[in-house]
Every structure is written in C-alpha cells, then in structure tokens.
C-alpha cells in the first residue's frame, strides 16, 4: 500500500480506538484466518473477583491472611483479587520472606516464619504436594468457569481460594463478527483446563490450548503458522508478549500490559475485541485501493 493510504488507514483507525503500530499489521489483517486469544484480561475483563474461600483444617481468616499476605508480592491479576478480596474482610497483612512467583504456576514464600505455597496443580507437584480431598473441591469450581487455586501451608494442602473473572461485555458479539467473517478461534491460556472449556464454551471458541506456560504461547503460535494458517494473536499479558511479536499480526489490550503493547502490531484501546473486525474492514478498504 503507499504510504498515504496507510496514513489515511492509520487515522481512521486511530478515531475508532484502534492504534496501528506498522504498515505490515495493516496489510496483513485481511488475511488472517485464525486469531488466537489469551484469556485473562483479554476474553475476561482481567479484574477477577475472590468468589471462594474453602478452608480444610484450619480457620478460614487465617487461611486468607496467608494467601492475600503472599499475594502482595505477586503482581498477577489473580493476586490483586486475593489482596482485595482479604482487605475487604479487614485482614492485616503479615510479613513476607523468601517470595518466590513461578510464572504460570504461583507463589511461594514464608508469611510470619510459616512456609505458604498458594497456586494451581501444577505447582502443588512441583513442591510434591498431594491435594487429597481438595481436587473435587476445585474441580466443581472450574466447572463453572472459576480459577481454583490451593493453598498449601508447611506441604499441606488445606484450602481453595476461587477467583472468577468476569466475561469482557463486548466479547460474545466479537466472536460472532469474526466467525461470520470464516475466522477460527483458538483460545490459549495457562489457565487450568476445565476453567478454560466453561470460558470457552461460553463464548463457542472453536479450540481450546489450555494449561500452556508462558513460554509455551509462541510455540503454540508457531505450530499454527507451519500448518499454513495466518495467525493473528491477542493478548494482554506479559506472558503474551513473545506469543503477539511471532504471529503474523499481534494484537495488544490497550487496558493490559505495556510490554504486551511493545510487542504488538495493533493495540485495542479500550480492549474491545470488536475493533479487531473494524481493523479488518480498514486491511480490505486499503489494499483494495491500491489496486
Ligand atoms: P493466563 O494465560 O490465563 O493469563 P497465567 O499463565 O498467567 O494465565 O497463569 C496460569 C495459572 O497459574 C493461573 O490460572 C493460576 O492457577 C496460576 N498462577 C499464576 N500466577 C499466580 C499467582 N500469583 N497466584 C496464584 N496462582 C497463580
Ligand atoms: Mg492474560
């Protein structure tokens, strides 16, 4: 395209809450045929709320002042839900040692000398922590849509915290614009599996990759584009950025990170997934009027 009908592109974007980066994301968005899209924060409305605290053998306030204490160190948005969820129940805050966040998986530390492990299955076998009792428990709240998380205190598991993170307004009606358009939605998540196919079959997302570690995303992006597809990927995380710079085009949430921003092509200002159908009526306007 010349220059000019990429400015004019770029502006007409730019007044419906869509940043182009490049001239390449412009070019190529008509040509996507599959758009893979992270969940938390992009899906999801990426505020999470606690809905669940399920104690097993010890006081349910103390179970939540180890987590949310943990949590103050974690800069996840899973954690800020804990943090205000344990506030709006006035819980102190104790004092933090050792804190360790796995990405993907959760965090470690010492709340007051006592050892808190807080995060999902993973990170349970990691530490070599049977969660008994507590997987139906956790099982039940994915069903329905929830993240479940154990706590484990001094290598015991002895509760679940739920956090449940609303679907974005705008996202059902995106879904439906981008299928009427032949498009295929792959959702990718590090979340746990059955959360991700309440989410996903929700919203009639055609493919579910769920369990994936952060730096498995761009691989997964990868694999796609080496079966001949033209991938788009929306993302808001730090854990997404590797996933948006490899895909053919990367769309950024303007309200997620500014790393996953940097890495991306497109930002979605106001992280309305619709905007990714309006960039793509601006793709074809385009490139048809170059010919
Ligand atoms: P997503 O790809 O959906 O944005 P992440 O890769 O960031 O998710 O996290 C995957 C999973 O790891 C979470 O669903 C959660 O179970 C666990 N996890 C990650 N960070 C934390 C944390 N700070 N506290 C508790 N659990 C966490
Ligand atoms: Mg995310």
Redesign the pocket.
Known sequence: ATPMSIMVAAGKGASLGVLFKNAEAIETLRLVDTLVV????TLTEGKPRLTAVDAQGIDKGRLLFLAASL?RG?E?P??AAIVAGAEAQGVEPGKVDEFQ?LS????TGRVDGVAVA???TRLLEELGIEPGELRKRADQLRTEGA?A?FVAVEGKAVGILAVADPIRKTTPEAIGLLHEEGIRIVML????RTTARAVAEKLGIDEVIAEVL?EEKADKVRTLQEEGHIVAMAGD?I?DAPALARAHVGIAMGTGTDVAMESAGVTLVKGDLRGIVRARLLSRATMRNIR
């Not at 992270?38 to 924060?41: A, C, L, V």
């Open positions: 992270d969940k938390t924060g949590e974690s996840h899973l954690a966040a993907g998986k959760g965090v807080l995060g999902n993240t998380m998540t590090g979340d746990n952060p995380g854990n």
